[in-house]
């Protein structure tokens, strides 16, 4: 027992402990269930302090593409530990963040050219948002306003939040938020709408931001590629910059090693995290082309980008990082990728008419079951709580979107378990 302990708290449970003195995200802790105590990770599955094992089926918080604990992983973390755990990357530079980068370019779609590193989803997109504005400013034609969609969310730091949907993540902070204007996902009906709206909005647009082929934490949400291409090929006619959020959709979650590979116009700037380190640790990246690096080069220091963070560039995560990519890069991972896809591909068809499926989607390796409740869905609806209870009851770990259930594992996940995962959600379907 932990000398630090108080007294008070020496008999109460991990769960009790945690009540006292933890606030949780995306949390409402007057009324939060309690939490449940994990002890430990393996492939797949986490296990609580009581020995139960529970199905990790949205690869916690969609970062775990690999499975918990990866041999791999941990033993080149282990020895980076031995080597280097960090230094100051302003006048420094260390051998696996110039590695990571060499490696990491050459697979992002397009002409990617630099790297700039930053330590999660939200900070790599403020960073993009920064390059895009500052870029204009530095070439003297300042344009201010953002394109976003709909719906879109990139983040929980300001800007991550302005050039997302407005929802109840952002209510307490409007006034707050820079202008953005928001457009509708493209599809055949609209796309020559959207097309004329963003050519009449060129003068002002700085950049258009974009989730490509899915919107997560707005419904997991799905649109196709080719609307896509077609706007971002309007930003490129119009002298707009685009910038792909691939925190999500990055490292094979949509079928490709990345979503954007789909496009036949490339973006000018990726946003990566999430799977970037397999689930490891925190890393995030920003990426770039040429054209927008060089637009800050100059005699002139107030062209300089002015961001950072204390941890840019850990080398423990840049190693996570290239463990991950090794892994990813094996035939085996993108075989289980397909095979995913081919599962999820089969379960929908088993469960699209169901009297209480509403909607069902998936790109890849996620797919999404709307549930048909009556009402407009809701982050907030009650049948959520109701799911979430019932899924953990049977060992998996689902958290719904409100009445949105999503499964997005690890890649590693058997067939066997896939089953189990989906035998659940049938279930689920005739008792609630």
């Known amino acids: 027992m932990s000398d630090s302990l108080q007294p008070e708290n020496a008999q109460l449970n991990l769960t009790e402990r945690d009540q006292k003195v933890i606030w949780h995200p995306y949390t409402q802790m007057k009324n939060a269930l309690p939490h449940i105590p994990i002890v430990r990770g393996e492939g797949v599955y986490v296990f609580d302090e009581h020995g139960k094992r529970y199905i990790d089926a949205v690869s916690s918080w969609w970062v775990n593409i690999h499975g918990h604990t990866h041999p791999h992983i941990a033993k080149k973390v282990a020895e980076q530990l031995t080597v280097l755990e960090h230094v100051i990357f302003?006048?420094?530079?260390?051998?696996?963040?110039?590695?990571?980068?060499?490696?990491?370019?050459?697979?992002?779609?397009?002409?990617?050219?630099?790297?700039?590193?930053?330590?999660?989803?939200?900070?790599?997109?403020?960073?993009?948002?920064?390059?895009?504005?500052?870029?204009?400013?530095?070439?003297?034609?300042?344009?201010?306003?953002?394109?976003?969609?709909?719906?879109?969310?990139?983040?929980?730091?300001?800007?991550?939040?302005?050039?997302?949907?407005?929802?109840?993540?952002?209510?307490?902070?409007?006034?707050?938020?820079?202008?953005?204007?928001?457009?509708?996902?493209?599809?055949?009906?609209?796309?020559?709408?959207?097309?004329?709206?963003?050519?009449?909005?060129?003068?002002?647009?700085?950049?258009?931001?974009?989730?490509?082929?899915?919107?997560g934490s707005g419904g997991m949400l799905m649109y196709e590629a080719q609307y896509l291409d077609e706007l971002?090929?309007?930003?490129?006619?119009?002298?707009?910059?685009?910038?792909?959020?691939?925190?999500?959709?990055?490292?094979?979650?949509?079928?490709?090693y990345f979503a954007c590979e789909k496009l036949t116009h490339k973006p000018d700037i990726f946003c990566l995290s999430k799977g970037l380190t397999g689930g490891t640790m925190p890393l995030g990246v920003t990426t770039c082309t040429n054209e927008i690096y060089n637009a800050f080069l100059s005699d002139d220091k107030l062209k300089t980008l002015y961001h950072g963070h204390s941890f840019t560039a850990n080398p423990i995560s840049c190693v996570a990082s290239l463990a991950s990519l090794d892994i990813l890069l094996e035939s085996t991972t993108l075989e289980n990728i397909k095979r995913i896809e081919a599962k999820h591909a089969v379960f929908l068809q088993e469960i699209k008419n169901h009297v209480k499926v509403k909607a069902i989607r998936q790109t890849g390796t996620i797919i999404a079951i709307e549930?048909?409740?009556?009402?407009?869905?809701?982050?907030?609806?009650?049948?959520?709580?109701?799911?979430?209870?019932?899924?953990?009851?049977?060992?998996?770990?689902?958290?719904?979107?409100?009445?949105?259930?999503?499964?997005?594992?690890?890649?590693?996940?058997?067939?066997e378990d896939l089953d189990y995962v989906y035998g659940a959600i049938k279930s689920a379907l005739e008792e609630i």
């Not at 929980?156 to 209510?171: L, P, Y």
């Not at 971002?232 to 959020?245: E, F, G, H, P, S």
């Not at 048909?372 to 979107?401: Q, V």
């Open 90 to 215: 302003a006048g420094f530079t260390h051998e696996p963040a110039v590695l990571l980068a060499e490696r990491l370019l050459p697979l992002l779609p397009g002409q990617q050219d630099k790297v700039f590193y930053t330590d999660n989803g939200s900070t790599a997109v403020e960073v993009a948002l920064k390059m895009c504005l500052q870029y204009w400013d530095n070439k003297q034609q300042p344009k201010n306003k953002i394109l976003a969609f709909k719906n879109a969310y990139h983040g929980d730091t300001f800007g991550a939040m302005s050039v997302s949907g407005r929802s109840i993540f952002t209510d307490a902070f409007n006034s707050l938020l820079f202008d953005v204007a928001f457009i509708d996902l493209p599809n055949a009906d609209n796309i020559e709408t959207l097309k004329a709206q963003i050519a009449n909005l060129k003068a002002e647009v700085a950049c258009f931001i974009f989730e490509p082929l899915i919107l």
């Open 232 to 256: 971002v090929a309007t930003c490129k006619q119009n002298n707009i910059l685009t910038i792909a959020d691939e925190v999500m959709t990055g490292f094979g979650r949509t079928g490709t």
């Open 371 to 415: 549930w048909e409740t009556g009402n407009e869905t809701s982050y907030l609806s009650n049948l959520r709580n109701l799911l979430y209870a019932y899924f953990l009851d049977k060992g998996i770990i689902l958290r719904p979107l409100g009445n949105i259930i999503y499964i997005l594992p690890p890649y590693i996940i058997s067939n």
